[in-house]
């Protein structure tokens, strides 16, 4: 079965820091663009951060750029996204996704990890 | 502000046909696929339409997408109580400011 499991969400004073992880199974990992996604508390959906098979090519939304970084270890069959300098704003459920990159879209979706941030 | 612009919300009956809207420009829409995503309450986001029009393994023929130029939408024929649930577009966005995907603000649909 192709799935797609997030952990590592939690509380975290404002300013502090969260790695999420997300485990792939059912597929070859190291195959696909992996993405995260999010969503705050009654909003919509927001993408996050993306990386390419390998690593090579990583992508932010402007929001988290220079505070998240997107990683992967095709060894571990594993996606993380390692989340510094926090913010309220940060606040949302984070979803990992498998991307069909070109044309299929994100087909894979994982259940989430609820990240807050107090202020 | 969401890149791309979704009605927040849209209903029909059962068995009606029920279209929800997706614009935005030529960085992403216009020079793109658009995708559809549904989700249920509670749960993930689920691919529904790939490609513009293109129906994923498992979704009903009764679910539909097209294209337009720097527009979208996504129709729902034979609508289903189940249905009830919030849509999302996405597209990539190749714009001079960076590039990555981008959503709709997504639309609510209520089932009367």
């Known amino acids: 079965e192709v799935q797609l499991v997030e952990s590592g969400g939690g509380l975290v004073q404002s300013g502090g820091s969260l790695r999420l992880s997300c485990a792939a199974s059912?597929?070859?990992?190291?195959?696909?663009?992996m993405t995260w996604v999010r969503q705050a508390p009654g909003k919509g959906l927001e993408w996050v951060a993306n990386i390419k098979q390998g690593g090579s090519e990583k992508y932010y939304v402007d929001s988290v750029k220079g505070r998240f970084t997107i990683s992967r270890d095709d060894a571990k069959n594993s996606l993380y996204l390692q989340m510094n300098s926090l913010r309220a704003e940060d606040t949302a459920v984070y979803y990992c996704?498998?991307?069909?990159?070109?044309?299929?879209?994100?087909?894979?979706w994982g259940q989430g990890t609820t990240v807050t941030v107090s202020s | 502000q969401s890149v791309l612009t979704q009605p927040p919300s849209a209903s029909g009956t059962p068995g009606q046909r029920v279209t929800i809207s997706c614009s935005g420009s030529s960085s992403n829409i216009g020079s793109n696929y658009v995708y559809w995503y549904q989700q249920l309450p509670g749960t993930a986001p689920k691919l529904l339409i790939y490609?513009?029009?293109q129906r994923p393994s498992g979704v009903p023929d009764r679910f539909s997408g097209s294209k337009s130029g720097t527009s979208a939408s996504l129709a729902i024929s034979g609508l289903r109580s189940e249905e009830e649930a919030d849509y999302y577009c996405a597209a990539w966005d190749d714009s001079l400011s960076g590039r990555g995907w981008v959503f709709g603000g997504g639309t609510k649909l209520t089932v009367l």
């Open positions: 059912g597929f070859t990992f190291s195959s696909y663009w």
């Open positions: 490609k513009n029009n």
């Open positions: 996704a498998r991307e069909q990159r070109g044309s299929g879209g994100m087909d894979v």
